[in-house]
């Protein structure tokens, strides 16, 4: 597998693994598929707020990506950023998505980066363990505040610490 960062001839094969999980899947609370041009314009804020977003392939077809963007706006948040990985449903379970997040935790360690933050929706068995798998701690759980296919779902958040913490 390679792991690389993102570029724009990437936007189609990335859009076409996040629709698939916006149509069949909690995992985003997105209701509507997105046109490449508007993933496009997401991946443009995230390398414009000097983070990363990264690539996976295998035998030259994209396989997964993961990246980070701002935590919040105010400037104190400035070394905080939120996580979110995802692997086509054909390449879960065959160490994809840890590699990646590897990758990009190794990248925002390297960017001065001291707070990760994995938003997951609940109940999520796999992902929450995925997120124990690397390193990070369950801190908090919101109870009903997205809903999606007719039913109201929770919301944990895992943090993982860098540089020490």
Not at 40 to 66: E, F, I
Not at 83 to 104: F, I, K, N
Not at 109 to 138: D, Q, Y
């Amino acid at each position: 597998m390679v792991i690389r960062r993102a570029l724009d001839r990437d936007v189609a094969d990335i859009v076409k693994i996040y629709n698939y999980y916006i149509e069949h899947s909690t995992a985003t609370f997105e209701e509507k598929q997105l046109l490449p041009e508007q993933l496009a314009g997401r991946m443009n804020a995230v390398a414009q707020a000097g983070l990363p977003w990264l690539l996976a392939m295998r035998q030259g077809a994209v396989v997964g990506y993961a990246y980070a963007t701002p935590w919040r706006e105010r400037t104190a948040y400035r070394h905080s950023v939120e996580v979110s990985g995802y692997v086509c449903p054909d390449q879960t379970r065959g160490g994809t998505g840890s590699q990646l997040y590897q990758a990009l935790i190794e990248r925002l360690e390297r960017c001065g980066k001291r707070s990760l933050i994995g938003v997951v929706t609940l109940p999520n068995p796999a992902s929450a363990a995925f997120h124990a798998k690397m390193g990070f701690v369950k801190v908090a759980h919101l109870e009903q505040v997205g809903f999606k296919f007719g039913r109201w779902l929770d919301v944990g958040y895992w943090q993982k610490l860098l540089g020490g913490g």
